[in-house]
């Protein structure tokens, strides 16, 4: 069985072989809850009566179409206002003359209020048989092209088209279906009606002799029937600004073109099936800034005619398996977008280039307009020559270059690098992999280099010369690397803000005094460089501080600046404060020194870190003592301490940690060895207290939760000694307790009871087995309380400057 639908009788009479079933609209009272519920966002009886006296003479014009209704939903509900809808139920679309079901003049009272941006671009569709699948991103492209998007500051206009499109979509001119876009029926002949004489489409032969005048997007679709001289008459459409043709025409393609070409222009977007060749007359189409080619063709590269069009912004020729560009092709200054088969370039993105694929290094050798990111790897599997066909130096634009090598090394690496030779005005250079010791002679042309994230140097490189504009340099995974002392000269690189030196095994020599000479540094960074011999760090004008497996360099610091410092390290033993100035530190991040043992240790005392704020020592699992740093004296400004995972630690604080005035958390998690004093009191200052699994606290725990009026959440967590926490501590002492949390605790057997605990916001009570009251578990937004006791983020610190 077939089912047919159709609009029209006759052709139900034609094809039907039993009666033919009306699909009649909505019932009066379901089309009216639709009418509401799309008008107004509800079907409810509260919307506004004046209104809905008016929505009920606008109801019987939409001859009961649901798709009437959803066009002119956005126009009513755009302005609830009665002359508004006044203004929709009186307009003179209503009055012309119209079939019993003819739903057209709701449809167009939707486009009359359109934008008259989106009223172009939906015009324009009118172009395209029904039932046309679009895609909004190739849609919008042509739009642009055709000159229908208007700027809007420095956003690009496909983003603009973008939204033009989703405009249109939200006031259901475009359905989707299943990721692509369609035009209904019915809006399909409105835009048709619209768009009067600017849009038409050639079906057959007879489509010739209607085709408009002035007419100015046209279609042709693919039949038989089009004979040559049909075509080429095409050409007195002088006013053409669209051309998209779907069919090949085999050895009159030539003709054809060269003719189109020669006349027609206007031309803003073709659409071209196949051809041997473009003829040199498509230079006459200055105005050209979309063409595409469908099909596979037979010509390997455009001719030197092509390079005059100016304002071409987008070029696909997919099925084309092009081998090279003209030597012109970057006077192609507008092109945003080329693609061919095996290859693509779109401007400010990244384009990604296999060494050894020679067709694509062909193609990028004229591709001089170039703007963005190039990636070009396995370099490590070319010869010299190779190289030098890329006339990278011929790319003024480019401003970002990663060069890749495989990790096999090869004796004529260092050449393929030296025959590349990068453009003077490259900001951003990444060498990866390359096995060499030695830079090439063009590196020192960078004159306007900003940012060299990965640089390999030589021991003994004298033909470095100056970066004046150098803000990043990162000196990574360089295997053979033992001294950067020539580069890491204020001289060559001035303007450093970040300077980055990570993997290089061997790298011994590092003349971190000399830093102080570079007066913009803000960022260092020092990973994975174990062999590190320094006398000292000076830099004046750091303000954070990475030091991962870097040898000596926390031996003597000079960082006046210095907000953050991040020290991880395996090797290091222990820790002298005392050798270190660092006046402005806020941050103090000590993590995975699993052979440290002490901190600030014997004499001279540690001068004070009169800012730091944030101490945090984790997974230090041999340390046995923080009582050198943890005082008053040497952190009067302290506000959160935070320990982590030091199973060995026995000793914390040097003096009372009362002492401390303006501590705000106390973080304790799994540092089991602890030795607590007794009568221990903590500062009334006290905002957070987690102890968790940190020793035997049962000496001092009940008095140390003494006067602390202030403190907003309390933790305990694997504290098998506590064996109560009186009724009144918290209408006294934790008046202003937010959040409590208890697991883990086998010997306690009293809290004071559910309702001591029933004005507390966040509590979780669990794991408990002596303890009755309240009944376990007890979980009252545990969510909250389960992120305050992950490590702070603030406690992290950037995996890469």
């Known amino acids: 069985m077939m089912l047919v639908t159709t609009r029209f009788p006759d052709v139900a009479d034609r094809v039907r072989t039993m009666e033919p079933f009306p699909l009649d609209g909505l019932n009066e009272d379901a089309f009216w809850d639709f009418f509401k519920l799309c008008a107004f966002g509800s079907a409810s009886s509260e919307n506004d009566p004046e209104l809905e006296r008016i929505g009920k003479r606008i109801v019987p014009k939409l001859k009961g179409s649901p798709l009437a209704v959803k066009t002119l939903e956005r126009l009513l509900g755009m302005n609830l206002h009665t002359t508004h809808w006044n203004n929709i139920l009186e307009s003179e679309l209503w009055k012309l003359k119209q079939e019993k079901t003819d739903i057209l003049p709701a449809l167009r009272l939707s486009y009359i209020y359109l934008p008259f941006h989106l009223k172009r671009c939906f015009s324009f569709c009118a172009l395209y048989a029904k039932d046309h699948k679009f895609e909004k991103g190739r849609l919008a492209e042509i739009w642009v092209a055709e000159g229908f998007v208007e700027p809007q500051g420095d956003i690009p206009l496909e983003d603009i088209g973008h939204q033009y499109f989703e405009d249109l979509v939200n006031r259901s001119f475009f359905q989707n279906v299943s990721g692509t876009y369609i035009i209904h029926d019915l809006l ?19 489509d010739f002799q209607m ?78 800034r979309h063409l595409e080619i469908s099909k596979a063709c037979a010509f390997k590269s455009f001719s030197s005619a092509f390079c005059s069009l100016y304002n071409l912004q987008r070029l696909y020729a997919k099925e084309c398996k092009l081998e090279s560009l003209p030597c012109d092709f970057s006077k192609l200054i507008s092109l945003r977008r080329f693609k061919s088969r095996g290859f693509e370039y779109y401007a400010g993105r990244t384009l990604n280039i296999d060494a050894t694929n020679r067709f694509e290094m062909k193609l990028i050798k004229n591709l001089n307009q170039f703007d963005g990111h190039m990636n070009i790897c396995n370099l490590g599997s ?167 497996s870097s040898g000596n360099l926390t031996n003597n610091m000079q960082c006046c600046s210095l907000i953050e410092f991040y020290l991880s390290s395996d090797y290091v033993t222990t820790i002298h404060p005392q050798m270190w100035n660092l006046p402005a530190l806020q941050k103090l991040h000590i993590a995975n020194c699993r052979s440290l043992t002490s901190v600030g240790q014997g004499q001279p005392p540690i001068r004070a870190f009169k800012s730091l704020t944030f101490l945090i020592i984790d997974n230090c699992e041999n340390l046995a003592t923080l009582d050198g740093l943890l005082t008053e004296l040497c952190l009067p400004a302290i506000r959160k301490i935070d320990v982590r995972n030091c199973g060995k630690l026995q000793f914390l604080f040097g003096e009372r940690p009362g002492s401390f005035p303006s501590l705000e958390d106390l973080l304790l998690h799994d540092c089991p060895s602890l030795k607590w004093p007794r009568e221990l009191v903590l500062p009334s200052s006290l905002k957070k207290l987690h102890l968790v699994r940190c020793g035997d606290i049962s000496s001092w725990f009940s008095s140390c939760l003494q006067n602390l009026k202030s403190l907003a959440e309390l933790a ?86």
């Open 188 to 206: 399909h002949d409105m835009a048709k009606l619209v768009s009067d004489h600017d849009c038409f489409t050639i079906r057959n032969m007879r």
């Open 211 to 288: 085709v408009p005048q002035n007419v100015r997007h046209l279609y042709i679709l693919p039949s038989r029937d089009l004979s040559t001289p049909n075509l080429l008459s095409l050409s007195k459409h002088t006013k053409l600004h669209t051309l998209i043709c779907d069919m090949s025409f085999g050895n009159e393609a030539a003709v054809i073109m060269d003719r189109w070409c020669s006349e027609l222009q206007r031309l803003r977007v073709l659409f071209w099936a196949s051809s041997n060749e473009l003829p040199d007359s498509i230079a006459n189409l200055k105005h050209l």
């Open 382 to 548: 070319v010869s010299n020559c190779y190289p030098t066909e890329f006339k990278l130096k011929d790319k003024k634009y480019l401003r970002r270059l990663e060069l890749t090598w495989s990790l096999a090394s090869s004796p004529e690496d260092k050449g393929v690098l030296q025959a590349l030779q990068s453009p003077t005005c490259l900001e951003s250079l990444f060498l990866k992999g390359y096995p060499d010791v030695s830079l090439p002679n063009w590196f020192q042309q960078h004159r306007n280099l900003s940012e060299m994230p990965a640089v390999p140097v030589d021991n003994n490189n004298d033909e470095i010369g100056t970066l004046p504009s150098l803000e990043e340099l990162a000196i990574l995974y360089c295997r053979n690397l033992r001294s950067v002392e020539q580069l890491l000269c204020p001289a060559y690189v001035p303007a450093i803000k970040r300077l980055r030196i990570a993997g290089c095994h061997q790298l011994k020599s590092l003349r971190t005094v000399t830093l102080g000479g570079f007066h913009s540094l803000e960022r260092l960074e020092v990973c994975g460089c174990p062999n590190i011999r320094s006398r000292g760090l000076v830099a004046h004008s750091l303000k954070t501080l990475k030091l991962e």
């Open 716 to 801: 305990l967590i694997g504290c098998p000694s506590i064996t109560s926490i009186p009724l009144g501590v918290y209408r006294s002492d934790l008046a202003s307790l937010d959040a409590l949390y208890i697991s883990g605790c086998p010997d306690l057997v009293s809290i004071g009871g559910a309702k001591a605990v029933a004005k507390i916001k966040y509590v979780g009570i669990y794991d408990c087995p002596e303890m009755e009251d309240p009944k376990q578990p007890v979980s009252r937004g545990t969510d909250m309380l389960s992120l305050t006791l992950q490590p702070s983020p603030s406690c992290s610190f950037p995996t890469q400057l």
